[in-house]
């Protein structure tokens, strides 16, 4: 777990949303995670990290593995949601999770 995403946790219970399932597993046969999952409101949240160190999600395999796994999702039904741990300290992603899961 990480630090933006342990923070964003703390955000979501402190605003009363809905708990998320963390490293939520969407997928029956597959191993993909979500960072966040609400499987009754099928909505997915990943926390992307290493974008000023060119982490993983950056690469060419982790990016295509990245796109494979959130097109899947989407082909589920899921609405998939990416962002980034300023968006976290910022209060972006907690903006964005109040619209999507009290209008959802």
């Known amino acids: 777990m990480s630090r933006p995403e342990d923070q964003l946790e703390l955000q979501i219970r402190a605003a009363g949303l809905p708990e998320p399932e963390r490293e939520f597993r969407f997928h029956p046969k597959r191993r993909y995670r979500a960072d966040f999952g609400w499987e009754k ?6 926390c992307e990290g290493g974008q000023w160190i060119q982490g993983r999600h950056n690469r060419p395999a982790g990016y295509e593995s ?3 796994k959130y097109n899947l999702a989407q082909l589920m039904g899921y609405q998939v949601y990416r962002v980034t741990p300023a968006m976290v300290e910022d209060g972006r992603a907690l903006e964005l999770l109040e619209c999507v899961l009290e209008n959802g």
């Open 66 to 68: 990245d796109c494979e």
């Open 41 to 46: 409101q099928m909505v997915l949240l990943e």
